[in-house]
């Protein structure tokens, strides 16, 4: 059985696997959390649809406080074959993850081809945040 993605979502899933990939190759950082200090934090991988673009958004949390959750949502740009990715607090995006003007205005770009890098800029943001 193969399993594949549609044409709308084959970029945000080869960041998704990136990601996946990264995290089961550095076991340790899954067992005391991205944070030492935060040993609940959990990133849970929720789907994206806005028009045109479709892909996943990571929604991470420290399973405590709010005001440190955010999301960072990855889909190819309506309008290129870029990576695309609208990263926000959790209360700056409605519901189906939908980012609000301000972070929609200020999304990041990556290459089609920058997957790794792509995937790289991600796991730094999750890192430092």
Sequence with gaps: MQIVYTD????????????????????????????????????????????????????????????????????EYRKSDSICLYVGEYNQFKQGNIPSEEIYNDKIFFSYNEVKETVEWIINYIETH
Excluded: Q
């Design 8 to 75: 709308g979502i084959i970029v945000a899933g080869k960041v998704i696997e990136g990601l996946i990939a990264h995290y089961k190759t550095n076991p340790e950082i899954l067992k005391v959390g991205l944070h030492p200090e935060r040993e609940d934090e959990t990133i849970y991988i929720e789907g994206y649809a806005n028009g045109r673009e479709n892909g996943f958004t990571l929604c991470c949390t420290d399973g405590i406080d709010m005001s440190k959750w955010y999301r960072i949502a990855i889909c």
